[in-house]
């Protein structure tokens, strides 16, 4: 890999691990809602821009269905998980909890795609449910029904990554396959009108206390246009150039920036808790994701 590929994957872990700062600015203002809808609708808009841009023809030969419905598994349920959780839990708790994701993914894929469980990858999952028990029992925050939800709340959004990564795989990949920018376009469509009605519903009958001022919609405008739009071109780019595997690190670099983030610009605490039940997690996803790498044929 060369320097510039880890530079970009630095950048990409930053922002990824900076989305968590925003949304925690904007969620306990606006609501859970409200921040998830405007996140997935100014993501649409800057991947609508990019595309134009990019003059990338418009064509999802037969599965604009799919995305679609990929959007609201990989982006809308998952960001309005998030949203929950940062009304609930500190930046940085929710950007370990994020690095989940490939543990949910083998456990996933073993429930519902017959995917073999190794005794490596049942290790990974087992240490990875440590990590989680001992951040959430013994970090800063005290241990509640609050705290408790929002881990939870967390945990379901890295398995619809889980989920979604499998159906990417068998709606998309698997036939023909698809602009990777057409994908991340089309899903923020799909989760953007998934979440319309319920966001259109709350707006009425129940709306924030506040809209906000200037400094939630400009974190709304960070985490919808960087955080989403092109973070997403940036990742995609990244798999084109060192491959899935070695992209998938990403994991191991979001939460040492979501804790970095939330200790510099939101005066969260540090603790042990986040140094063993972290390392733990990233352990975890070591061990599923060392197996995910091709033999060689030398």
Not at 16 to 27: D, E, K, N, V
Not at 153 to 167: I, K, Q
Request: glycine share 12%.
């Amino acid at each position: 890999m060369k320097l510039s590929d880890g530079v970009r994957l630095l950048v990409l872990a930053a922002i990824w691990g900076a989305s968590f700062l925003f949304m925690r600015i904007a969620a306990p203002v606006l609501g859970a809602l409200p921040t998830a809808f405007f996140r997935v609708l100014l993501g649409a808009i800057g991947l609508a821009v990019i595309v134009t841009v990019l003059r990338t023809r418009i064509a999802f030969n037969g599965k604009l269905k799919p995305t679609l419905v990929l959007g609201v598994i990989n982006s809308g349920v998952p960001f309005l998980m998030y949203g929950v959780a940062a009304t609930l839990l500190p930046a940085g708790y929710s950007a370990i909890f994020n690095a989940t994701t490939p543990l949910m993914g083998v456990m996933m894929g073993a429930l519902f795609f017959s995917d073999p469980l190794t005794p490596k990858k049942a290790a990974g999952v087992v240490i990875g449910l440590m990590g989680i028990t001992l951040l959430t029992t013994t970090g800063p925050v005290t241990l509640s029904v609050a705290v408790v939800t929002g881990a939870l709340a967390c945990l379901v959004a890295t398995g619809c990554y889980g989920v979604a990564g499998f159906l990417t795989r068998r709606w998309i990949a698997d036939k023909g396959g698809l602009d990777a920018k057409l994908v991340a376009f089309g899903s923020q469509i799909g989760a953007t009108l998934f979440l319309l009605p319920f966001f259109g519903v709350s707006a009425v009958l129940n709306p924030p206390h506040s809209w906000g001022n200037p400094t939630i919609w400009a974190a709304l405008g960070v985490v919808g246009f960087v955080c989403t739009a092109y973070a997403y071109i940036l990742y995609f780019r990244l798999i084109a150039d060192i491959g899935a595997v070695r992209s998938l690190t990403v994991t191991f670099l979001i939460p040492p920036f979501g804790v970095l983030w939330g200790v510099l610009f939101l005066g969260e605490r540090l603790s042990s808790a986040h140094l063993y039940g972290g390392g733990l997690i990233c352990l975890a996803v070591w061990c599923v994701l060392s197996n995910s790498r091709p033999k060689s044929t030398s």
